[in-house]
């Protein structure tokens, strides 16, 4: 009787095992696309045309993910320290993206990509894409605590009107 459970058991670790390398290779992936964008543009100064179905591969790619958590329900916003993890890999890739158009846009204004002025730019863009993630991960977590009292307190009243019915 142990045995069929303890091959269940070693099924789903199995799995859960597949799904997080999968999800560290798409992370993985992700990271070396936007490596691969910044040393075009950085390093060897092609145009936008040369890398612009990259950056195409990492809009889809990280939009697929964001659309598939949601669908699926996965609780990220939530999670102790996932919350901060995706909130600052996102904030990551979208100012990564950010710096390679506004490099691009205002090239005659910058000297070369470690210019002061630029890295201010790209530095505050940052920190603001941060701060309003991590706000909307706040107010998610806040309105689903919200909604988990409200359904207890409607539990305790539904259990306290059939326990006066029963009586």
């Excluded at 941060?130 to 009292?149: C, P």
């Amino acid at each position: 009787m142990n045995e069929p459970i303890k091959q269940s058991d070693r099924a789903n670790r199995q799995i859960s095992m597949h799904q997080q390398i999968m999800t560290e290779m798409v992370y993985l992936l992700i990271l070396i696309l936007l490596g691969s964008v910044i040393v075009k543009m950085f390093i060897y100064d092609w145009e936008l045309v040369s890398y612009v179905t990259e950056l195409i591969c990492l809009g889809v790619a990280i939009l697929y993910s964001l659309v598939r958590h949601i669908r699926l329900g996965v609780n990220i916003a939530v999670e102790k320290t996932g919350g901060w993890k995706v909130a600052l890999f996102s904030s990551v890739l979208l100012t990564g993206v950010f710096a390679i158009f506004q490099y691009q846009a205002k090239e005659r204004q910058y000297v070369n990509p470690w210019d002061t002025t630029f890295l201010t730019v790209v530095g505050v863009f940052f920190l603001a894409v941060l701060l309003v993630q991590l706000v909307l991960q706040l107010l998610i977590y806040y309105r689903k605590r919200q909604k988990k009292a409200a359904l207890e307190a409607q539990y305790k009243q539904v259990e306290e009107t059939l326990n006066k019915t029963l009586d």
